[in-house]
């Protein structure tokens, strides 16, 4: 199938028009010869490289009940992401070649994102000794980020044995920063909040702990490490340093910790919603000056990335008490509307920083050569359409993911995605999700197309 897109703006610039075909961008430019190719207005659209997200929880194998690469992949797609790295903390746990050649099949199958597995540090997420890292890098999944994100690797020097030994296939260990004798019986950020409310306190330090130590092990060792979910002032203020200092050290944000705080726990935004558990989240959410920090990270690079942390959750394990639910927030649907929302304009990101962070970047750090390149002749058709003037309603009921433990329900964001194509095929159109498997809407419909 032969598309142009045309009178579209690529990464915000004047707009021009993009003919795809046999899955590449085969010409940019006004005036193409369109040749019965399919036309998709792109008027008052823009066009980026498709997202890539480094920190995706898909629940397959295990709990089907809460999501799967099938349902997963489809909000991702609806998202405008193209690719999304599965987080090994399934049941099993993605330990072995075995697990991640599943994931990776089941993506395959699904063929609406490409599903890159994560495999796990250590055996089972214990922490106790380290996982086949070798064979899952050699698996056909071709694993490059480790990680028992759900956990920190907390002991040191299992850590230090995990970056030696991926150093030598240029593979990255992705940290879940938080020194659990520092966190045990946390329910919140621990502060003023948390205090008022009495909820046991989950402090800075114990994430900024562990990122001090781990930046200095991969100094140590020459090995690159990727620090998940940075949510505090001092978290940056160390990747900082670390960085300046030459150490191979990337980082990621999630949407949530860009906006949302730890007041919202108590009822900020709306009284009513004080201690609802769709607020619970690990790392928790910050304070307003953490937020601010975060922000001016992601704006100035010392963050490189926003990564969803997308988790979803069965009604029962999130419906309840707040100290009973479990942590984790929806994400791959959202991601891009928050990041636009709290970071595009004046003095923060254009559409080519807001590019950089959510598609070639993590495209770099987990190694996925076909992803993140801005349209352009000659380079996979693999990118989304955005409407940075459209606002739409947050509807849990319409995700297109299995739970509903949106944070977002019920606001009204900016930007929608109007169409996302992998390789050349769209997987969606007209803000629907399209391709062999049932559509989903993605609420009110879009613009183009
Ligand atoms: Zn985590």
Redesign the pocket.
């Known amino acids: 199938m032969t598309y142009v897109i045309t009178d579209v703006s690529i990464l915000g610039r004047p707009p021009t028009d993009i003919l795809i075909r046999d899955g590449v961008v085969a010409e940019v430019g006004t005036g193409l010869d369109r040749g019965g190719a399919e036309v998709l207005d792109g008027t008052g659209l823009v066009a980026l490289p498709g997202l890539v997200d480094l920190h995706t929880h898909l629940r397959e194998p295990g709990r089907e009940d809460a999501e799967t690469v099938l349902t997963g992949s489809r909000a991702a797609a609806l998202g405008g992401y193209t690719a999304v790295c599965a987080m090994a903390n399934t049941s099993p746990v993605a330990d072995t070649a075995g697990v991640v050649e599943q994931v990776y099949r089941l993506g395959r199958e699904a063929g609406l994102v490409d599903v890159q597995p994560i495999g796990a540090v250590t055996v089972g997420l214990a922490g106790g000794s380290l996982a086949e890292l070798g064979t899952m890098a050699t698996s056909a999944a071709r694993v490059r980020i480790f990680s028992d ?2 956990h920190c690797v907390a002991d040191p020097r299992l850590m230090r044995r995990a970056l030696e030994y991926v150093r030598a296939f240029d593979g990255v260990i992705a940290q ?1 920063a938080e020194e659990p004798r520092l966190t045990a019986g946390a329910q919140m950020h621990e502060g003023e909040v948390s205090a008022r409310l009495g909820l046991g306190g989950w402090p800075a330090v114990a994430e900024e702990a562990v990122i001090a130590r781990d930046a200095l092990l991969a100094e140590h060792v020459g090995a690159r490490l990727h620090v ?2 940075v949510s505090t002032a001092g978290s940056v203020e160390i990747i900082r340093w670390a960085k300046a200092r030459g150490i191979r050290i990337t980082a990621e944000v999630t949407p949530h910790h860009l906006l949302l705080t730890d007041e919202t726990v108590a009822g900020s935004g709306d009284p009513a919603r004080a201690y609802d558990p769709v607020f619970k989240v ?1 790392p928790p959410l910050r304070t307003a000056a953490d937020a601010a920090a975060l922000r001016a990270a992601l704006v100035d690079g010392v963050i490189d990335v926003v990564a969803t ?1 997308h988790a979803p959750h069965a009604v029962e394990d999130k419906e309840c008490e707040w100290e009973y639910a479990r942590p984790g927030m929806l994400g791959l649907q959202t991601a891009l509307s928050v990041v636009v929302a709290q970071c595009l304009g004046d003095g923060g990101l254009d559409w080519d920083g807001i590019a950089e962070r959510m598609s070639r970047a993590p495209a770099r750090i987990a190694g996925l050569a076909e992803h993140g390149h801005d349209p352009a002749p000659g380079v996979p058709a693999t990118l989304t359409l955005v409407d940075p003037a459209a606002r739409w309603r947050v509807d849990p009921g319409e995700l297109a993911s299995k739970a509903r433990n949106t944070p977002y329900a019920g606001m009204e964001l900016p930007a929608r995605v109007v169409a996302t194509f992998l390789r050349g095929v769209p997987t969606v159109l007209d803000g629907k999700a399209v391709g062999a498997h049932a559509p989903t809407t993605t609420g009110d419909g879009g613009v183009g197309g």
Request: one cysteine or more.
């Open positions: 994100d759900g879940h998940c979910h690990n942390d």
